[in-house]
C-alpha cells in the first residue's frame, strides 16, 4: 500500500463519466493487489456539465470536461483521473501524465430516433439535435434539407429531450451506451464508412501526476498497447489539423491483419466540403512514433487538398 491512505481516482459526475470510472477503478484494484474500496471515486462537477446551453465551441472548447478532474491530480485530492480520450485537449497541463489507455469500447456513433429507423430515412426537414459540429457536418453532407438543433447533457437527458420532442432524432457514441448498459436505445448502429467517429471516441484517458511513479507504474500495467498506438496516430492528425471543437474532423486507427490502417476526414461546417485521407503501416509493439508521424502527414495531406481558404472560413 502506498504512503498516501488511498488511490482516489478523480471523476465527473455524469452516470457515464462514473460508469467508466469504476472500470478503471477495478483495473486498479488488480493491479495493486487492494480492494476497491481503496480507491475510492471522488465526483466532480465540470465547467461543461455546468454550461449546457449551445454547442461546446461556443462554451469553451473540450478543456471545460477536464479542468476540474485535473485541479484535483494536481493539488493531490486524487490520485487518478479517468477521462473520455475525445474530451482530452491536445496538450495535458504540466505536472500531468497520460498513464494508460485501457482496450477501447466500440468506437461507432449510434442513430437514436421514435420517426425513422436510419438518418437517411428520416422526413424531409426533420430536426436532428447534436452539439457535435462533426456529426452535423457528416450529417448534412448526405441530408442538406435536415435541421439541425443543438441537443447537450449526457445520456439520460438527451434521450430524454428526444422523447418530449425537442429534436426527432439525435447521435450518440455506441461505447457510452455499452458501458451504461443502455444499448437497447439504439435505433441504428453506423457504419465506419457512414459516420467516422471522433478521434479517440471509445477510448478512456488514464491521467496521473507526472512525479507519483507508484500510480504511473499500477496504470502501466493495464495499458493496451493497441488501443495506444491507435489513439495517438489519431490525435496526431487531429493535432496536424489545429482540430478543436469548432472544426469538423472524424478519424479512426484500428489494428487489423497486422497493419494499423487510418481513415482520417476533415469537412466543412455544412457538409458540402469534404477531404479523405488514409494510411496503413505495420504494426508492432514499438510503433507508436512511426504512427504519430503518419497521422501527421495525413493531416497535411488534407490541409494541403483543402486549401488555405477553408481554415479561414471555418474560422470566422
Known amino acids: 500500500m502506498s504512503k498516501d491512505k488511498t488511490f482516489a481516482i478523480a471523476s465527473r459526475r455524469s452516470p457515464l463519466a462514473l460508469a467508466q470510472a469504476r472500470q478503471v477503478q477495478a483495473m486498479i484494484a488488480r493491479a495493486a493487489g487492494i480492494s476497491p474500496e481503496a480507491a475510492p471515486l471522488q465526483e466532480y462537477v465540470s465547467s461543461g456539465d455546468r454550461n449546457l446551453q449551445g454547442s461546446l465551441a461556443e462554451v469553451g472548447g473540450k478543456g471545460l470536461f477536464t479542468k476540474e478532474i485535473e485541479e484535483a491530480l494536481l493539488t493531490g485530492a486524487a490520485r487518478f483521473a479517468v477521462h473520455s480520450m475525445k474530451d482530452m485537449p491536445a496538450e495535458s497541463p504540466e505536472g500531468l501524465v497520460t498513464a494508460a489507455i485501457p482496450a477501447r469500447e466500440d468506437p461507432r ?21 447534436t452539439a457535435s459540429v462533426r456529426r452535423a457536418a457528416q450529417l448534412l453532407a448526405r441530408r442538406p434539407d435536415i435541421g439541425v438543433v443543438p441537443l447537450r447533457g449526457n445520456v439520460g437527458t438527451r434521450l430524454d429531450k428526444l422523447e418530449r420532442g425537442e429534436a426527432d432524432a439525435t447521435f450518440l457514441a455506441l461505447a457510452g451506451l455499452n458501458r451504461l448498459d443502455m444499448e437497447g436505445h439504439a435505433t441504428a448502429v453506423m457504419a465506419i464508412d457512414e459516420m467516422l467517429p471522433a478521434v479517440g471516441q471509445g477510448a478512456l484517458c488514464v491521467q496521473t501526476r507526472e512525479d507519483d511513479k507508484e500510480a504511473r507504474a499500477i496504470a502501466a500495467s493495464f495499458n493496451c498497447e493497441e488501443t495506444s498506438v491507435c489513439v495517438i496516430m489519431e490525435r496526431a492528425f487531429l493535432t496536424g489539423l489545429d482540430g478543436s471543437c469548432r472544426t469538423p474532423i472524424g478519424g479512426l486507427a484500428m489494428v487489423q491483419e497486422g497493419e494499423v490502417r487510418f481513415h482520417g476526414e476533415l469537412l466543412s461546417l455544412d457538409g458540402r466540403e469534404r477531404f479523405t485521407a488514409e494510411r496503413r503501416l505495420p504494426y508492432t509493439e514499438d510503433c507508436a512514433f512511426v504512427a504519430a508521424q503518419a497521422g501527421a502527414e495525413a493531416a497535411l495531406e488534407l490541409r494541403e487538398k483543402a486549401g488555405p481558404d477553408f481554415f479561414k472560413r471555418l474560422a470566422v
Open 109 to 129: 456513433d449510434v442513430f437514436i430516433s421514435y420517426v425513422a429507423k436510419t438518418p437517411w430515412d428520416l422526413p424531409q426537414g426533420a430536426k436532428v439535435g
